[in-house]
């Protein structure tokens, strides 16, 4: 059930009930013995966002995705009807890997008309039907029909593209994405091909990075040093209050209030901000996106200036749509309980001079500094939490959608327990 909570004395967390306020335990960030779990109950089951339909710009486009936790590898394509598929990357004769580059553990992507394994050159169309099997005389009673490659659930929204490893997924993706997430239908996503793309491995629990954007107040002290000194100073001082939490279903959402920087004092910008006009937060100059309104589910708070909307998709996706008129997306691929991978990816309505592409680099190159700032620290938290010297932590009401992630995962996790016990 849907809730727009307006809390009269502040407190976003206690119109959670079931969140409650009580320290909350890390344990899901350190122990092997959840993250075996969360990929039964979390990853095997929910639906992942794999990318975008931009990646697959024709028919026979294809590109490769990993899923560690779920031990898996997953082929993207668009079919000759234009249909977007996925199968699992596995061959059906003797089980390589189908579709791989140089090196069998690297993502890849291409165009094709079918896919050769490089084994012994079974082929199979875009559709996952098997339509050559080598010396095929000398199998036994061999169907090709029966050796198809194996599909996985798949479907667009937005131009995101999600997959499903459940052999049947328990919701349909609208179902699961719910009233929040829909409610941003009819932003341009699809003309922001302008695409800036970082991946990184961190060695720290995937939630924990999640929890560092997903709340900003750590913003003004862990980046004091992105600033010039006289406005992080007084940013510091002033501590930072986003005016708007909601949670719906598994996914979350953190809103926040923007700056005008260009009307800021001169000394509160840096030079390479006034050359370009732009900075961490966009373009000073928003470009027109083609829409005649924003869709009702963006900045709920009635923001002005507005800065964005960072909304968290359970499990590992997030979109972040700035003010300045254009958006981010995360991932968080887990590789272990202590680390995993992260990518980041910055989408711009193209740049049609060469003034807007060099807002648009710096920033990116910002984001990059904001993001490696982040991900330093979050490698000091997960070693110290293993040290298992403390094993409750107190949370704040800035830090509301933290608190819900690590319970929601623990949900997952129960309701999984519980099935198969009763099964
Ligand atoms: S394993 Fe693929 S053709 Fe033999
Ligand atoms: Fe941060």
Redesign the pocket.
């Known amino acids: 059930m849907a809730r727009w909570p307006k809390p009269p004395e502040g407190s976003w967390t206690e119109h959670y009930p079931e969140l409650g306020t009580e320290p909350v335990s890390y344990e899901d960030s350190i122990s092997p013995e959840l993250y075996d779990l969360e990929r039964e109950a979390i990853f095997k089951r929910g639906w992942l966002n794999v990318g975008r339909v931009e990646l697959l710009p024709k028919n026979g486009s294809y590109f490769t995705k990993e899923i560690h936790i779920a031990k898996t590898s997953v082929i993207v394509l668009r079919d000759r009807s234009g249909q977007v598929r996925a199968f699992h990357n596995i061959c059906r004769h003797r089980g390589n890997k189908l579709v791989w580059n140089d090196f069998p553990n690297e993502e890849t992507s291409g165009t094709c008309r079918q896919f050769t394994c490089k084994y012994h050159a079974w082929r199979y169309d875009l559709d996952g039907s098997l339509n050559f099997v080598q010396q095929e005389g000398e199998f036994f009673n061999l169907d090709k029909n029966d050796y198809g490659l194996v599909p996985v659930h798949c479907d667009v929204w937005q131009g995101f593209i999600f997959i499903n490893l459940a052999k049947e997924p328990e919701q349909q993706l609208s179902d699961f994405l719910g009233p929040m997430i829909t409610s941003i239908e009819g932003y341009p996503f699809d003309k922001m091909t302008e695409r800036w793309y970082y991946r990184s491995e961190i060695k720290a629990n995937w939630k924990l990075y999640m929890d560092?954007?997903q709340e900003?107040y750590?913003?003004p002290i862990?980046?004091a040093r992105q600033s010039p000194a006289k406005f992080a100073n007084s940013a510091q001082q002033a501590g930072f209050e986003a005016p708007h939490y909601r949670i719906d279903g598994p996914h979350r959402l953190v809103s926040t209030a923007g700056i005008r920087a260009w009307e800021l004092e001169q000394d509160l910008r840096k030079p390479i901000e006034e050359i370009t006009r732009s900075g961490l937060f966009g373009p000073w100059d928003i470009p027109d996106l083609g829409i005649e309104k924003m869709p009702a589910g963006i900045n709920p708070a009635g923001c002005d200036p507005w800065g964005l909307d960072s909304f968290q998709l359970f499990p590992n996706f997030t979109i972040l749509i700035w003010g300045q008129g254009w958006y981010l997306t995360y991932h968080y691929w887990p590789t272990a309980y202590n680390s995993h991978i992260f990518e980041g990816t910055l989408y711009f309505m193209p740049a049609k001079t060469p003034r807007e592409r060099v807002a648009h680099e710096l920033t990116a190159l910002s984001f990059k500094e904001?993001?490696l700032?982040?991900a330093n620290?979050l490698e000091a938290t997960q070693t110290m939490m293993e040290s298992r010297v403390v094993d409750r932590f107190p949370l704040g009401d800035q830090e509301v959608l933290c608190r819900h992630l690590h319970k929601e995962t623990a949900d997952w996790i129960e309701k999984y327990r519980r099935e198969r016990a009763g099964a």
């Open positions: 560092a954007f900003f750590h913003a862990l980046h904001f993001g700032q982040d620290t």
